[in-house]
C-alpha cells in the first residue's frame, strides 16, 4: 500500500531556528506539492513540483522558505529563519500529475 | 489570478438527509479534483473529473463537472455521520496554475 511519508511528524522549536521538513513520495509520482494548513487560512499552496523541476512557488514567502527536490524520492521545505506565524500544519502530496495522495503532515509549532 | 469558491462554507444536516457542495472557478478547469479530509486528518482524493458535463458515482456520492468546466458540485445522498469532514475541490486551469478551494465543512447530526 504506497503511501507519502513525512518526517518529522511534530516540531517544537523556537523562533529564529532553521526547520527542515522532509517528505517521500509515492514511488512513480511525477508531481510533489507542499501545503500549508492553519485554521485561519485553510489550506495554502506553498510550491509544488513536477518532474523535480519546480513550477510554481508564488504561494511561499521567499526570504525565508525554501522547497527542493535533491532526488525523485526526497522533497524538502526548509525554513530559516522560522516565526511564531509559521505555526501549521505542512502536508506534502505527490500525484501522476493531479490526483493527489497527502502524507500525514507535519504539525510544526514555533514559540 | 485564478480563484476557486466553494458554497457554503458549513453545513449542519441530520443524518440521513441529502448534501451538496458547489465549487465555482474564475477561470476555466482543465481537470477537476474532489478531497475529503476527516477533523485531524490528511485531504483523502475522491475523484477527479477532466470532461465537460462529465457525471460520476461512488456508491452515495455523485459529483459533476459543468458544462463550462467552470464549476462542479459534489452531492451526497443520505448522510451519515462516516461524512463529516471538509470536503475540497481542487482544479488546474489550461496555463498550468493549480489552486484548492477553501473547501465545505460538513456536520452530520446523529
Redesign the interface.
Known sequence: DARVTQTPRHKVTEMGQEVTMRCQPILGHNTV?W?RQTMMQ????LA?FRNRAP??DSGMPKDRFSAEMPDATLATLKIQPSEPRDSAVY?C?SGFP????????TRLTVT | GQQVMQIPQYQHVQEGEDFTTYCNSSTTLS?I?W?KQRPGG????LI?LVKSGEVKKQKRLTFQFGEAKKNSSLHITATQTTDVGTY?C?G?DYG?????G??TRLSVLP
Open positions: 506539492f501545503y485553510g489550506l495554502e499552496l509544488y513550477l510554481d502536508f502530496a493531479d490526483e493527489q495522495y497527502f502524507g500525514p503532515g | 481537470n479534483q478531497y490528511h485531504p483523502v482524493f477527479q475540497f481542487a488546474r498550468q496554475n493549480f489552486v484548492f477553501p473547501g
